[in-house]
Structure formats: C-alpha cells, structure tokens
C-alpha cells in the first residue's frame, strides 16, 4: 500500500517524507488556500517545491470545468515535473479529459469521486489513480468503506490498471480498514500517518525497558 500524505504544508510533508515511508502527495484548492498559496504563479512555484521534496506523485488539481481549459491547465501542470498528476474533477469534461491525458502519457488522478459507477467511467477514460472521498461519505450516513471495497473487486474484475486511492481520510481506523480491503493508496493527514505509532503498550513497555535498564546500569 502506498502512503500519500493530503496537505500543502510543506513542513508536514517533510516531517512525514523523514519517517521514510512517504509515496507521495495530494492537494486540492482547499488545502492551497489553507496554506495562503494564492495566484496562478506562486500555486504553480508550490507544487514545484513539493516535488522537489518528496520522490513520488504529487497530485495537482485543475481548476477549469470545461474541456479545453481542462487541458490547458493539465498539460501547464504537467510540465512543471514529471512527478506531477493532472487532478482531474469526476465531470463529464473531466473524463474526456483523462482520456486525452491517458493517451498523451500523462497521468492522472480523478477526484470527487462518490460511486462505483463514477470509478467505473474513472478506469475506462484510463485514469491513473481514482480517488473516492470515504470521510465525506461517513458524513453523509453512507458507508465510505464499502464503496473502497466495491471499487477494489470491480477493478479486480476487469484487471482495470487504475490505481484506487483512498481519500478524505480521517483517522487511523480508516487506513487500516483501507488496508484490508486492499487500497493501492491511502491520502492521509500527517496526524494519521504517526497516529499508526501510537499503542499504550508500546509506552509502557519501552518505559519498563529503560527503567530496567537503568537499575543494572547506574
Ligand atoms: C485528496 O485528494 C482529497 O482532495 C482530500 O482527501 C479531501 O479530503 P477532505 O474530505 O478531508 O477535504
């Protein structure tokens, strides 16, 4: 399972990259926004310094909703560095989209996607990575967790090459049911990625250890 980390901040993707396990990352307006990045050039200089950070995709979402601008925007993206995935919106330009993208030998990740039926339509314009949102699922009373599940068996199906990427994740329960389920990728905060440190037992144990340790060693 890969690990992505779903942020624009670029001390936590740094501080996540450092544990060793980080694949890559993922944004979206929101987080850019969140981070005070503003402006087609200095969105454009960020995602050059995230690349540079970590070894691995970096997801960079479009903001066009029509094809042409969706192109444009995508191949702009696409150029900044070759670890750049065009995010695409699941619309109907959007999968026209991926599809020209898919030939041109650029990748992509297909987001807002809330069904099998969108994943579906997702793998078949070729798309690189699908991304259902789970958290916004839960928050609607539907089960974000079956639709990973869904989406896994109908890939597995068909053998369909698009990667299914878990997203909206929100809390540590979710990756390790993603886990289970068999998510090629899991987006996550940092605070889930080093929540999967975390056991009392481990604290306690480590605590006997060193006590111990001490008591033959002082
Ligand atoms: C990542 O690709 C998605 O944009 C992100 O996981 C959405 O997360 P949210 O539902 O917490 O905003």
């Not at 996540?16 to 990352?25: H, K, P, Q, R, T």
């Amino acid at each position: 399972m890969k690990f992505f980390i779903d942020t624009a901040n670029l001390k936590e993707i740094q501080e996540a990259n450092d544990l060793g396990v980080l694949d890559g990352v993922t944004t979206n307006p929101s987080l850019m926004a969140k981070e005070g990045i503003t402006g087609k050039q200095n969105i454009l200089e960020h995602y050059v310094k995230i690349c540079n950070l970590v070894e691995g995709d970096v997801s960079a979402e479009v903001v066009a909703t029509d094809y042409e601008g969706i192109i444009r925007e995508g191949e702009e993206l696409a150029s900044l560095h070759k670890n750049i995935v065009v995010k695409v919106p699941m619309i109907k330009d959007g999968v026209k989209a991926i599809k020209y993208f898919a030939k041109k030998g650029i990748k992509t990740n297909c987001t807002l996607v809330f069904s099998a039926g969108q994943a579906i339509l997702a793998a078949k314009a070729g798309a690189t990575y699908v991304s259902p949102f789970i958290g916004r699922l839960d928050d609607v009373a539907t089960d974000g967790l079956q639709l990973i599940e869904q989406i896994v068996h109908i890939y597995d199906n068909y053998s369909f090459e698009t990667q299914v990427l878990a997203a909206s994740i929100r809390h540590v329960m979710h990756l390790v049911q993603c886990a289970e389920i068999g998510a090629d990728v899991a987006t996550c905060p940092l605070s889930v990625i080093t929540g999967l440190l975390k056991h009392p037992l481990t604290d306690i144990g480590l605590e006997k250890f060193l006590a111990d340790y001490r008591k033959g060693n002082s």
